[in-house]
């Protein structure tokens, strides 16, 4: 798998991995508020609830502003694609290209 640096374009495969990630550390943070009155470490067990919740609420807000640039930007067609793309050089330079 290749990593995704500053020269990639971000997929929608990775859009909803990291749904899925957001939601589930939720469940989880949701899980550990439910069990406390059973757990030996309280303190923990809050701790834990709340580094989940907060990771969890970070990336489905991260996805929801992709989501809603995404709908602003909705005709650019190269934005349709599941595959990663290279940014070319006026894209990582703010748009300032070089005249030859």
Known sequence: MEKQGPGKKQTGRTNAFMILAGGYLLYLAYQLITGIGESDYKALS?????VFAVAGCWLLW????????????????SSWSDEPEELGAAEETGGE????
């Not at 809050?46 to 709340?50: L, M, N, P, S």
């Not at 290209?97 to 030859?100: A, C, P, V």
């Open 97 to 100: 290209e070089e005249e030859l």
């Open 46 to 50: 809050i701790g834990a609830a709340v």
């Open 62 to 77: 991260r996805e929801w502003k992709a989501y809603r640039y995404g709908v602003e930007h909705k005709d650019d067609p």
